[in-house]
Nanobody, 121 residues
Framework: VQLQASGGGLVQAGGSLRLSCAPS????????MGWFRQAPGKEREFVAA????????YYADSMRGRFTISRDNAKNTVYLQMNSLKPEDTAVYSC???????????????WGQGTQVTVSS
């Protein structure tokens, strides 16, 4: 399974972005999907995760209410809608596929290249 995140960019504080991740290969609906981020000089951080059928979603406390994870299994795509962005959301955002919507990145089986999100103040 190969993953590629897209949709990052430069946005002003308070703005929105929608990230996409479209895995190639494998049975997409059989994988839970997670989003993680890593800012310069910081550890990788859990953002959100969704179960294979999209019925269960999980968020980091600091993102809940601002970020929404969703998936379209017909399009083999997982999304991360980010609203009310803050400068501290600046990071490289990556998607991952795993057997369950874990919060620990080490439990995911497949990772893709990330996309840069920069929020200016």
């Amino acid at each position: 399974v190969q993953l590629q995140a897209s949709g990052g960019g430069l946005v002003q504080a308070g703005g929105s972005l929608r990230l996409s991740c479209a895995p190639s290969g494998g049975n997409f609906s059989s994988y839970a999907m997670g989003w993680f981020r890593q800012a310069p000089g910081k550890e990788r951080e859990f953002v959100a995760a969704v179960s294979g059928n999209g019925g269960n979603t999980y968020y980091a406390d600091s993102m809940r209410g601002r970020f929404t994870i969703s998936r379209d299994n017909a399009k083999n795509t997982v999304y991360l809608q980010m609203n009310s962005l803050k400068p501290e959301d600046t990071a490289v955002y990556s998607c991952a596929a795993g057997l369950a919507p874990y919060k620990a990145y080490s439990l995911y089986k497949y990772w893709g290249q990330g996309t840069q999100v920069t929020v200016s103040s």
